[in-house]
Each structure stands twice: as structure tokens, then as C-alpha cells.
């Protein structure tokens, strides 16, 4: 069958489980007086749509922060604007100031799955589906294969169009830098990324690779002549980009000041959410200088060997370091680690399933508060499944395969043990784990002197299952480039 | 004839379907549900002697008694869930878990569809030297069949019980294409007894086996030897059907209930169509009438106050009259049904082609009745659809039609289901059936020229030009408030031109073939 034909099947499965599964409940759906992150989006639009630029950030009496008030940078506030406006050619009453508080209806639920759709079908699925078919090895039925399980992480579909955020936008800018950097397009890929920094500021997670990525690049060109020049163009789209993004607030620098305030709070914030985006955003900055001394290895060897390959590599360990070692962080912010694991998922094909569907079982607290049980584990079962049979994923657990190189004659004390049969095993039981445990949290009742039993539970899991994740790919990331094909390829 | 074990694709395609329609559990549900609620709450709280009786709610029970004890059955799983559901009282009671129940009760019987599905495909012939997987008609068959557009909007959104009963039809179909006789008469004895809609193709059946089963021998031309009647058999077919109907019937005849029974099952009180016209020809006679009238008043040949006012779309207690052309009742119906399957099953009479002969004719009894038939839901073309995939993975021409009547059917479906939420998964779910159907029959039936005439590729366009026309730009026109009948009456219309077309080609291919007799 003709390859179109299939991307297409395959797309439109993706959409028709995406939309499947807006179907159900979201964040804080009838719990007064806060709510959730869906009353969050909806609070923006009537903001932005309600009142002046300059007012936006500010604290004022038509706009009180400590309701949702808003804490991403600009792009997101211009999204809110847009839909807004449509928002308010359809029923008026979604945006009314002060009024709308709290404002529940089946149509509105409808317009709002429908304005994270269409930024999915304009943002991320484009970038998915260009990055599958140009930027992976293998038949175009391997490619196919891949675009259907990286369409069908279910992290991504669970919190975008259950719980409801806009995460599709700022990891789909994110996925076009890298998408555009991988096909050699410099500049572009800064402005997506750029772009995809100011929708999200936890981004910065994928700063620094991005930015040692281009500055090996650089100097690998000859510090005097091409890669100079390089520079300068990248710079200047850089600035170019979060000029024009920040265009509102440079008038006045006390504006500017009070956004960066929002977006990198120093006070704390009253609610139990907030103070996980406080330390999220807070952590950023603490990591960023700890990281300059400590993991400092990764971008090291990025800046000495800038392939596609190592970028890749150095994303996801990156954002898996900023994940595990920073305290109280958000379990949402998994997903910033997801996505440059997913470009993985051709390569490295067990790991990246088993890291993915522990990522997603990780935020099973939240999708039980959430009431998505049964979207969570459909799309679970579907993705292991099909990831798993589509991929091979099993059969292709040679040493060789697993990309180990010299490293595995370390690990290994017992010669007669086959690895492929001992992780196989492994990853048997860790996903009989996971199963066990979402069983357990959904049946049974936690004893009395230990109500948070089972998240905890799950959250140690997980973190086990992300630290072993962080440590071989630290390990595939030093043990050498791949062989064969790749490696001319990613040059 | 043998085929390639299914390996590890089939159980992905049905575990991936059956995972999906686990997503649609919330999604909206039309009365149906509510019927089989009360079904369920009939068959559990009632005694026997009261099913056919009962009507505390406006959906009383009638489906043959089989379908009753499998609701019987099921309401013991059912109170598990939901003790309250199986009160008659409580009418449209939906709680979430009731709704769960009744979405996973339909999900795990299409258990029955998929081991169907598994039996045809072992049937269908092997293509030479085609490695690729994706390549095989087997494969193909499968996913045709298994992601049928219709049976998953009809099934788990509308919700019905097709699966299921589609899955008897199909495993019969399948024993017959592998000669084991008996067991698909076995199999569409308990089919008729669990819905009796599909007395529409009982004829292709008993002929078929009386001609090909109970006569065991042909002359060498073909035709029949009446030396080579076999008693045995006959009696052999005739026991399995009354005993099964013996078994289903039963307990209803000794209690005397016979005649409120078959009253239950044939309610002709109902109007010619539906409150939606389903794409046969009396939608087309309809509109023909309703165009005649108002030319006629017009051109001032009528009186409009003359002109009868009912209206052809009346729910369930309506006569109706046309204001210009005769008007149609359910013994002309009939009377037109039983001329339209006549040629087909004499054709399978004197010159039987074997299994694949009997798919044919059984097909286009199903189509006759659908066109010709009284108060036809357009539900019931997938009766047509689905036999037709089988023959379409094996034939260009088969292929090609069935590109325009699974099309044509699957978009007249589209009404079924109207709320602005379900539109983004209906609308994905057929842009998925139709580019793979269309690219994989090419692709199978590749180097013998194209599939489609460019007559019916335009026609089938036209089909996006009503979608747009119905879905988005009529709910937004001035005309919404005057003439709100408007869009179910284009769909209607312009699907049973296509319908019509392929019953025709349908019929064409078949007597073409009785010319030149081949051995199969």
C-alpha cells in the first residue's frame, strides 16, 4: 500500500483517539470554587480577551492573580487571545468578565476539546509525521510503524485532551526545532524553539542542548568564516523572535520585569498546584547553575561531536536530569522528557516503550482525580501492544542492538545469562508491576494511617523506572555512535 | 479450499478494534439503549409468560425469543452492576454504570463477529506470491470487515447489537463456502430466531441448499438431476430448523401466546418509511411524488388545498398517502420484493455456482429487500455491505462496486448520528474506510485496469459536496428554521441513486455470469 495512504490511516486513527478520549471528564469539572486547568484556560481567554495588554500580569481589580492568574509567557496569553475571539462569536458568555467564572456547558466543553484539536492538527501532528517519515531509518512500513506509536503515546493524549492542557503546542514548536535542525535548517529550528520558549518556559529543559548543539555546529565550521556567520544568523532569529513575542511589553520595562515575575515566581503561592509550577519554574534556574558542574558531560561531549544523534541523546537525557533531580516538581513535566524519548523510538525501540508507559502510569494519581480510569488504560493496552508488535520490540535485544557497546562487558558478571532473556524479563515484570499497582489504586482503599499510599507508590515506581532510563541512556549517549547507516546520515 | 493461517496480524486488528470501541463508552447513545434496558429489565424481573405482554415503556419486546433469553442471560451479568437497571420502572435510567455495562456487553459479544471474520478469511483464496502481509486478501478482508465504518457508528455509538448477529450470518457464510452444510443451516436457524429481519435472505438460503445440498449430484451441463434427490439430507435440514425454532418458539406456543408473539414481530401499523427515508427506491418515489405535486401546483394542474396532507415520514402509527403517484402499501412492497429476488434465485436454481453463487444471490436478496422492503431502517444495508467485502476481495468488478455501495451506505449512516460532539470521530472514522478501502482494492486488484468509472468516481465526490453541505453549511443557513427536513432528505436522496445503481450492476453481474456457466 502506498505510503500516503498508510500516514493517513494512521493519522486519523490518531485524531479519532484523541477525540475519543475528550469525550470523557477534565481538570476541576464541577469542584467550585477552583477548579481546574481547564477553568485556568478558560480564565486566560477572558482575560485576554477582557483587558488591555499592559494589565494582563498585573494585579489589579479587574484581574486577580491568585485565580488562575497568568503565569506563561506571552505566546500562551495570544493563544488565549485568539480563541477568545472566537469564543466570543459563538456564545459571549464563555468570556465574560468576572462573570464567567466557573462557566461549565456541554458546548462549551465541546469548543474548548476543539481549540486543543485544531492546535494539534496545525503544531504537533505535522511535525510528528515529517519527523517520522525524514528524519528515521528503515522501510517505509518501519516508518509508518513509528509515526502510529509516537502518535499514540498516551502521556501526551491522556493530559492534552483528558486532563486538558495545550502541551501539543509547546512540544510541537519544540519537535519543528529539532525536526529542522536534524534536516539542516538552522535558523528555522531557533525560531521554533524559540517559539516554543516563549508558549512554555519549562522548555528550558531543552535549552541547553539545543544551544550546545548549534554552538558545536558552529565551531565545528570554523570558528572565523561559516560558522561565524552561522552564528550571527542564528542569533540574530533568536532575538528577531523573542522580540516579536515580547513586542507588547518592551515599551515599558517595569511591564517586562512583572512577566518574567509571573513566569519565574520568587514569592510563593498559596495553592498546592501552584507551588509545584513555583518550584517547577524556580528549579529551572537553581538546576541550570548546578547543572554547569555537575551533568556537564552531556553538553561537553554535544559540543565536541554535534550529530543529530547526540542532540537526540542529549535532549532526553537533559530533560530527564532536570526531571529527577529537582524536588516537588510537577508530574506533568514528564512529558518534556517523553518527546525527545519518543525520537528515540525507531532506535532504541524497548527502551523508549517501557520508559513511555512508565511515564504515563506515573501520572495515574491525576488521571484518577481526573476520572479518565478507562481512557487510561485503553490507551495504555493499546500502545504497549501495538508499539511492541509493531516495532518488534522484543526480538531486537542483542547487545549490539541495545547500543551498550563496551559498557555491557562491565554490567555483566554472569557470561551464561543471555541479556536479551534477562531484560525481557525485566521488562515482563516491570510492566506486571505497573499493572498491578493501577489495579490496586483503583480497587482498594488505603489503610487509614497511610492515605497516600498508593501515590507514593506509583511515584516511586516511577522514578525508579526513570532513574534506570536516565542511566543507560547516559550510557548509550558515551558508549560510541551508532554503527552503519546512522552515522553518515546524521552528520 | 485451504488457506494461510491467520498469524499474528488478525488478533492486532481485533484487539486494536476492540480497544478503540472502548473509547466510545461515553459517547452519546440513541433510544436503542434504552430499549435494551428494558429488555434487560423485562426478561430479569418478569416471568416467561409476560414478556410479550409487558408495555410499561413504549419499547416492547420485538425480537424472536432467542434474542429475549440472550438478554435473559445477560441481565445476570448485569446485576453486578447495577441492580437498578433491571427494573421495568425505571425508564431511561442511565447511570454510568449501566451505560458500562451495556458498551462492554457489546464489545465482548462481538467476540462472535471476530471468530466469523477469522472463518472467511481462511476461506478466501490466496493470492499468488504476495509477501506482503498487507497485500493478502485475507488481510484485507479482515480489516474491511472488521473496521466496518457501519457496524462501529451503528454498533457501539448508536448501539445495537449487530456484531453479534452479523457474526451468526458470517460464520453461516463461511461453513456453507466450506461445505459444511449442515452447520450453517444450524447457524441461520439460530440467526432467524434471534432476529427475524433476516427472513430478507431465508430464500437464498433454502433454495440454495435444496438445490445444492439435497439434490447431491448435477447433470454434466449443470443442470438439475432429479434422480439424485437425497431424502436424508432433506430431513436432515428440515429437523436442525424446526428444532431450533422448536427450542425458541416453544415455551410460547404451549402457553397459547403464539399469535401476540408474531404480532410483536410484525408490526405493519408503521408507514412506508421511516422519520428518515432510508436510500431505497421508495426514497426516490417520494421525492419524484413531492416534485410532481409542486410542479402540478405550479403549473395549476392540482389544487393544493386538494392535495392530502400527511406527512410520509411519520414515526410509528401513520398512514400516509402521495399526493400524485399511487400510493404504496405493504402488500405492493412485497409484491415487488418477492419479483426482485425472483430472477437471482432462479438463476442459483438451474445453473448453481456453487458456494460463492449462493453469496451472490444472497447478497441481492438482502439489496432487493432493502430497496423494495417496508419501513426499511437504512441500518439494514450493512446486511448488503458486509457479504459484499467477501466477494470484493476476490473480484475487480465485485471491487467496484462495492467502493460505491459501502460508500454511498456508510455515508447515508451519517444522520444516525447528529450530535456536534460525535461528528469529529464519524466523519474520522470514515475517511479511514474509504481511503483504505479504495487504496488496498486497487492495490489487490492492480494491473487489470482501473476500479471505477469516472462517472461513479464524480458521483462519489459529490458525496463530500453533501457532507460540507449538510454538516456545515446548512446548521449555519437561513433555511434551518423553515425547512429542517432538508439535509436528511438530500442524504436520502442522493444515497439511493448510488444504492440503486449498484443493485442494478449487482444484478447485471449475476446474469451475465448465468450466460456463461463456470465452474467455481
Known sequence: MQTWSLVSVCVLLGVVVRWGVSLNSYSGAGKPPMYGDYEAQRHWQEVTYNLPV???????????????????????????????????????????????????????????????????????????????????????????????????????????????????????????????????????????????????????????????????????????????????????????????????????????????????????????????????????????????????????????????????????????????????????????????????????????????????????????????????????????????????????????????????????????????????????????????????????????HLPDLFPVLVSTTGFLHFLGTFIYFNIVQFSGPPSRKNQKKND | MAAPVVDGWFPALALGVSLLKCLFINAYHSTDFEVHRNWLAITHSLPVSRWYHENTSEWTLDYPPLFAWFEFGLSHVAQHFDRNMLVVENLNYDSPMTVLFQRLSVIFTDVVFIFAVRECCRCVQKQKGSRDVLNRPSFVLAVLLLWNFGLLIVDHIHFQYNGFLFGFLLLSVAKHLQSQHLQGALLFAVLLNLKHIYLYVAPAYGIYLLRSYCFTQDNKDGSISWRSFSPLRLIALGSIVTSVCALSFGPFIAMGQLPQVLSRLFPFKRGLCHAYWAPNIWALYNMLDKSLAILGVRLKLLEEAGLPRAS?????????????????????????????????????????????????????????????????????????????????????????????????????????????????????????????????????????????????????????????????????????????????????????????????????????????????
Open chain 2, 312 to 520: 410520509m415520514t411519520g414515526g410509528l402509527v401513520q398512514e400516509f398517502q402521495h399526493s400524485v403517484l399511487p400510493s404504496v402499501s405493504p402488500s405492493i412492497t412485497l409484491i415487488c420484493t418477492l419479483l426482485s429476488i425472483l430472477p437471482a434465485v432462479a438463476s442459483i436454481w438451474r445453473r448453481p455456482r456453487g458456494a460463492r453463487g449462493f453469496l451472490r444471490c444472497l447478497l441481492l436478496c438482502a439489496l432487493a429487500s432493502f430497496m423494495f422492503g417496508w419501513h426499511v431502517h437504512e441500518k439494514a444495508i450493512l446486511i448488503a455491505i458486509l457479504p459484499l467485502s467477501i466477494l470484493a476481495v476476490e473480484s475487480r468488478e465485485d471491487a467496484g462496486i462495492f467502493l460505491v455501495l459501502s460508500t454511498t451506505g456508510h455515508y447515508s449512516l451519517f444522520p444516525l448520528i447528529f450530535t456536534p460532539a460525535e461528528l469529529p470521530i464519524k466523519v474520522g472514522l470514515m475517511l479511514m474506510f474509504v481511503i483504505y478501502s479504495f487504496t488496498a482494492l486497487r492495490k489487490l486488484h492492480s494491473g487489470q485496469g482501473t476500479l471505477l468509472h469516472p462517472l461513479e468516481s464524480v458521483y462519489l465526490l459529490g458525496l463530500v459536496v453533501v457532507a460540507i453541505a449538510c454538516e456545515i453549511i446548512f446548521p449555519l443557513s437561513p433555511w434551518q428554521q423553515k425547512l429542517p427536513f432538508l439535509p436528511l432528505l438530500l442524504t436520502s436522496v442522493y444515497c439511493s441513486v448510488g444504492v440503486c445503481y449498484s443493485f442494478l450492476r449487482l444484478y447485471v453481474s449475476l446474469l451475465r455470469q448465468e450466460e456463461k456457466p463456470k465452474q467455481l
Open chain 1, 54 to 448: 499592559q494589565e494582563w500580569y498585573f494585579n489589579t481589580t479587574e484581574n486577580d492573580l491568585n485565580y488562575w492568574g497568568l503565569d506563561y509567557p506571552p505566546l500562551t496569553a495570544y493563544h488565549s487571545l485568539i480563541c477568545a475571539y472566537i469564543a466570543k462569536i459563538i456564545n459571549p458568555e464563555w468570556v465574560e468578565l468576572h462573570k464567567s467564572r466557573g462557566y461549565e456547558s456541554p458546548a462549551h466543553k465541546l469548543f474548548m476539546r476543539a481549540t486543543v484539536l485544531v492546535a494539534d492538527l496545525l503544531i504537533y501532528i505535522p511535525a510528528v509525521v515529517l519527523y517520522c517519515l525524514y528524519l528515521t531509518d528503515g522501510s517505509s512500513k518501519k516508518k509508518v510503524s513509528t509515526l502510529f506509536c509516537f502518535l499514540l503515546y498516551p502521556g501526551l493524549i491522556l493530559i492534552d485532551y483528558g486532563h486538558f492542557q495545550y502541551n501539543g503546542v509547546s512540544l510541537g514548536f519544540a519537535l519543528w526545532g529539532v525536526l529542522a535542525l536534524g534536516l539542516g535548517w538552522d535558523a528555522f529550528g531557533s525560531m521554533a524553539f524559540c517559539l516554543a520558549l516563549n508558549y512554555k518556559q519549562m522548555e528550558l529543559y531543552h535549552a541547553l542542548p539545543f544551544f550546545c548543539y548549534l554552538l558545536g555546529k558552529c565551531i565545528k565550521l570554523g570558528p572565523m568564516g561559516r560558522g561565524f556567520f552561522l552564528l550571527v544568523r542564528i542569533a540574530a532569529t533568536v532575538l528577531v523572535t523573542f522580540a516579536l513575542c515580547w513586542l507588547p511589553f518592551l515599551s515599558d520595562p517595569s511591564q517586562a520585569l512583572q512577566v518574567v515575575r509571573r513566569i519565574f515566581p520568587v514569592a510563593r503561592g498559596l495553592f498546592e498546584d501552584k507551588v509545584a509550577n513555583t518550584w517547577c519554574s524556580l528549579n529551572i534556574l537553581i538546576k541550570i547553575r548546578s547543572i554547569l558542574s555537575s551533568d556537564s558531560q552531556i553538553y561537553l561531549r554535544l559540543l565536541m561531536k554535534p550529530t543529530f544523534w547526540q542532540f537526540k541523546l542529549a535532549l532526553a537525557n537533559s530533560s530527564l536530569a532536570f526531571f529527577l533531580f529537582s524536588y516537588q516538581v510537577h508530574e506533568k513535566s514528564i512529558l518534556l522528557a517523553a518527546l525527545p524519548v519518543c525520537l528515540l523510538l525507531s532506535d532504541l525501540p524497548l527502551t523508549v516503550i517501557w520508559f513511555l508507559q512508565a511515564s504515563t502510569f506515573s501520572m495515574l494519581p491525576l488521571f484518577l482525580k481526573d476520572g479518565l480510569l478507562v481512557p487510561y488504560v485503553v490507551t495504555s493496552l493499546a500502545f504497549l501492544f501495538f508499539s511492541i508488535y509493531l516495532l518488534s520490540a522484543l526480538e531486537h535485544c542483542s547487545e549490539e542492538e541495545l547500543r551498550l557497546g563496551a559498557y555491557h562487558k562491565l554490567l555483566f558478571f554472569l557470561p551464561k545469562l543471555d541479556l536479551a532473556c534477562i531484560v525481557r524479563w525485566k521488562f515482563y515484570i516491570s510492566v506486571a508491576a505497573m499493572a498491578g499497582l493501577s489495579i490496586v489504586s483503583v480497587a482498594l482503599v488505603p489503610p487509614p
